[in-house]
């Protein structure tokens, strides 16, 4: 199996020997819009992005991207299972969504657990979405926003449960 093999279709109905049917348009435009960092874009912008990323299929036990990679690109699995950083991540999973979008290096290996298939969402098509669409990039910087609060809750709530308490003498 062509682990670099690209769709010029997002509707097609079958697929050739040995290739993963491609989904369907809107379910991927619905799979984008579960995904935290995507959940405030509009659904048109998420139409555009999941017509304009490329598909990309990996056979099993096949290296998707290396930790330490700089400008990978998200991934939204459409099919199959793979593994990052410890975690199966399944159809709908987007991975490295944040990562991609500030070029930060990828934390773990990502590798096909089966054969998968995969939506490819590299930085040039966000930022040339966020050039085209202002409120895409508004809508993503505020989901960014509304993570690292909650993040920061979660991490002041584990340091008050970690610290001894205090006893005067």
């Known amino acids: 199996m062509d682990d670099n093999f690209s769709t010029p279709s997002k509707t097609a109905s079958h697929a050739s020997a040995g290739e993963m049917p491609a989904m369907p348009l809107e379910d991927l435009v619905a799979a984008l819009a579960k995904a935290p960092l995507l959940r405030d874009v509009e659904l048109p912008q998420l139409r555009l992005l999941a017509f304009s990323a490329r598909e990309r299929q990996v056979a099993a036990g096949r290296m998707i991207e290396t930790a330490?990679?700089?400008?990978?690109?998200?991934?939204?699995?459409?099919?199959?299972?793979?593994m990052t950083s410890g975690h199966s991540a399944g159809?709908?999973?987007?991975?490295?969504?944040?990562?991609?979008?500030?070029g930060l290096p990828l934390s773990g290996d990502i590798v096909a657990r089966t054969d998968a298939c995969l939506l490819v969402v590299d930085r040039a098509l966000v930022a040339r979405l966020i050039r085209e669409y202002p409120a895409m990039g508004r809508a993503m910087m505020r989901a960014l926003g509304q993570d690292l609060r909650g993040l920061a809750q979660t991490v002041r709530a584990q340091a008050a449960a970690s610290t001894p308490p205090q006893y005067s003498t």
């Open 91 to 102: 159809p709908g999973t987007l991975i490295n969504a944040p990562g991609a979008l500030a």
């Open 68 to 82: 330490g990679t700089r400008d990978a690109p998200a991934y939204l699995v459409t099919h199959g299972d793979v």
